[in-house]
């Protein structure tokens, strides 16, 4: 089983990132998907949570510049980011929870640099 991340790197500030989670031997579409980031020093926060309803959840900080979305026909999780600040530098996590039991799992993170 793993979540497969990619999209990290570094952009300007103002800019815009895409992040992908693809799951292996892992079925997305009936959990509940999210991403998660942390700072150096910080804990780790939501950023944000898709049902497999569809249902969404963001953290305060998003202020409407990001979008979660899944592709249940290639088993991804995308979150497009915009506007992006010095303050979204951090490696961001894909998770998978079970909507069913207290099973989850983590991806391996993947680092996001907002620099001039």
């Known amino acids: 089983v793993q979540l497969v991340e990619s999209g990290g790197g570094l952009v300007h500030p103002g800019g815009s990132l895409t992040l992908s989670c693809t799951g292996s031997?892992?079925?997305?579409?009936?959990?509940?998907m999210s991403w998660y980031r942390q700072a150096p020093g910080k804990q780790r926060d939501l950023v944000a949570s898709i049902t497999s309803t569809n249902t969404t959840n963001y953290g305060d900080f998003v202020q409407g510049r990001f979008t979660i979305s899944r592709d249940n026909t290639k088993n991804t999780l995308y979150l497009q980011m915009n506007s992006l600040n010095s303050e979204d530098t951090a490696v961001y996590y894909c998770?998978?929870?079970?909507?069913?039991?207290?099973?989850?799992?983590w991806g391996q993170g993947m680092q996001v640099t907002v620099s001039a």
């Open positions: 031997e892992i079925r997305l579409d009936d959990k509940t």
């Open positions: 998770k998978a929870d079970s909507e069913y039991t207290y099973w989850h799992f």
